[in-house]
Nanobody, 113 residues
Framework: QMQLVESGGGLVQPGGSLRLSCVVS????????MDWHRQAPGKQRDLVAS???????EYGSFVEGRFTIVRDNPSNAVYLQMNNVKPEDTAVYFC???????WGQGTQVTVSS
């Protein structure tokens, strides 16, 4: 059974950095596209970043070069490095394997001074 477990969220000041982790079990994540999405209260879920099996990446327009999605294939994990965060980045961040319509439970990121 597939599981995706996110961690690394928390409270960070504007301009700070966070690294979100997603540990995957039940599938070999390296052969699938993996995504990070986010959802703020009262708003729709948005794609933050996506990485293909070949390493091609895509980002939401709001990222503006601040975030990086990377894989660690030996660890079967996917990471989201978030730099220069803004208050509008506050949301629950979800790791997902879209081909399986499967998502983790999410990790809360709060950007506030």
């Amino acid at each position: 059974q597939m599981q995706l477990v996110e961690s690394g969220g928390g409270l960070v000041q504007p301009g700070g950095s966070l690294r979100l982790s997603c540990v995957v079990s039940g599938i070999r994540s390296s052969v699938y596209t993996m995504d990070w999405h986010r959802q703020a209260p009262g708003k729709q879920r948005d794609l933050v970043a996506s990485i293909s099996p070949g390493g091609r990446t895509e980002y939401g327009s709001f990222v503006e070069g601040r975030f990086t999605i990377v894989r660690d294939n030996p660890s079967n994990a996917v990471y989201l490095q978030m730099n220069n965060v803004k208050p509008e980045d506050t949301a629950v961040y979800f790791c997902g394997a879209p081909q399986f319509h499967s998502w983790g439970q999410g990790t809360q990121v709060t950007v506030s001074s």
